[in-house]
Nanobody, 119 residues
Framework: QVQLVESGGGLVQPGESLRLSCAASGNIYSLLFMGWYRQAPGNERELVARIFNTGGKFYVDSVKGRFTISRDNAKNTLYLQMNSLKPEDTAVYYC?????????????WGQGTQVTVSS
C-alpha cells in the first residue's frame, strides 16, 4: 500500500503563489510517474502536471510557464509550485502516483487540498 498526503492549499489573491506538497509513504516498487490533478465544481478531474521516473515533465497548456512540478526523491515528496495564480486555477488539487511490480501496475490518490484564488 502507498499513502499520499497533500498539503499547502489555501486562499490567495490573483497573481500570488502557492506551493503544494505531497508526501508519499509505503511500498513503492518501481515508480512510473507522479503528478497533480485538479477538479473544480461541475468539472471533470484534469491532469495539471506530471513528472516521470526519467525526470521528464508534462504540463497542461493552461499552466505552462506558471506552474513547476518537482520531486525530492530523498524525501519521497512531490511539489507543485504555482505562480501567477488565476481565479480559474481554483479547484481541489489531488496528488497521484503510479508504480509497477513485475506483474501489474498500481495507482494511488491523495485526499485532495483546496486551492482558492479570489480577490
Amino acid at each position: 500500500q502507498v499513502q499520499l498526503v497533500e498539503s499547502g492549499g489555501g486562499l490567495v489573491q490573483p497573481g500570488e503563489s502557492l506551493r503544494l506538497s505531497c508526501a508519499a509513504s509505503g511500498n513503492i516498487y518501481s515508480l512510473l510517474f507522479m503528478g497533480w490533478y485538479r477538479q473544480a465544481p461541475g468539472n471533470e478531474r484534469e491532469l495539471v502536471a506530471r513528472i516521470f521516473n526519467t525526470g521528464g515533465k508534462f504540463y497542461v497548456d493552461s499552466v505552462k510557464g506558471r506552474f513547476t512540478i518537482s520531486r525530492d526523491n530523498a524525501k519521497n515528496t512531490l511539489y507543485l509550485q504555482m505562480n501567477s495564480l488565476k481565479p480559474e486555477d481554483t479547484a481541489v488539487y489531488y496528488c497521484h502516483l503510479k508504480h509497477s511490480t513485475p506483474t501489474r501496475t498500481f495507482e494511488y490518490w491523495g485526499q485532495g487540498t483546496q486551492v482558492t484564488v479570489s480577490s
